[in-house]
């Protein structure tokens, strides 16, 4: 049997509902302005893809932030607020790069004797969804780049539309996880409890699955591993009831020739009781100062094909003719 987790109830106070959308609205609008003014006058596509996650990411971060404020506990309604948020935002984007335009296409007929309000009105929103459309960009370079209209730029838009929406959603999604107490109604406050290196990261991974308590709050130390299991305890400020526990192992790796430090997680938030706790604290200082278990020295195989070396074959001593009576 799998070992308890902690799963939100899906509840969600007045406030979360009023306070989230305000404020991924408000971050959208802001954030679409700069990124419109952005992507304008930094005409790279690769650059503008970067511009697109993060408008995403910001609007996310601030409707999350705000949903977890008023106490929401529904993964899918934060997700839904954030998206609904980013769809918003590049509705505004495109708002704010027809006026752009359109206060470049006022001054330029100016001179012609057209006012500002007749062109306005020759050049509605639509006019310049489609203008923009038909004349489209070119990925690479201007004079040999490849060139994309018609079609194919409402299809980047759509792609630009869903990237902003999805990177919202997940990112107000991912504020919300924490643990929380609904008897005192209040989110739970992380307190680091100890780490150990170099941890067997196999047993640890496994524990939920296979229901091994003990394996979690007893972990060994493996001398073949490179990884440093980080455990960390989620508890109730208030009543100190609500606890669950949480482990991330931290490891080196070499990217490109450089050793970078990577993170992951290897369980959630198991509950976990006061003395199981204790019990894993005590483990923790233990196994530190006991001495790491000796490795088995290994055994070397001559490679296939390779010849044993003269000096490691010993001699047949010649056997000697039986002696005649």
Known sequence: MALPTYSHSGR?????????????????????????YAVYFIPFIYVNFLLTLALGAGIGFAAGFALKLGKCRNGAIAQLIGAACGVCAIA???????RIVL???????????????????????????????????KIGNKVSGVPISGPFV??????????VAGAAGVLAKMQLNQPFCESCDQWAAREPVGSLTPAAFTPLKTAIDRGDMAAIITPSRDPKSDKTANFTLH??????????????????????????????????FVAIDDGQIDTLKQSL?????????KMAPAIK??????PTPVAAIKPTPPRRPPQQS
């Not at 309000?117 to 203008?131: P, Q, R, Y």
């Not at 009543?239 to 290897?266: P, Q, R």
Request: hydrophobic fraction near 45%.
């Open 235 to 268: 508890r109730c400020p208030s009543c100190g009831k609500s606890t669950y526990l949480s482990c991330k192992v931290t490891y080196k790796a070499i990217e490109k020739g450089k050793a970078t430090e990577k993170s992951e997680d290897v369980f959630d």
């Open 103 to 137: 206060a470049d296409v006022q001054k330029e007929l100016a001179a012609q004797g057209m006012s500002a309000s007749e062109v306005e009105g020759a050049f509605d929103f639509g006019t310049f969804l489609d203008m923009r459309a038909e004349s489209g960009w």
């Open 92 to 98: 505004a984007s495109h708002v704010v790069n027809h």
């Open 154 to 163: 409402w299809l980047i838009w759509l792609i630009e539309l869903g990237a």
């Open 12 to 36: 969600m106070g007045l406030a979360s509902l009023l306070i989230g959308p305000a404020a991924g609205l408000a971050s959208g609008v802001l954030l679409a302005v700069i990124y419109q």
């Open 285 to 293: 200082a233990g196994a530190q100062r006991e001495p790491l278990p």
């Open 301 to 306: 195989k001559p490679l296939p094909g390779k």
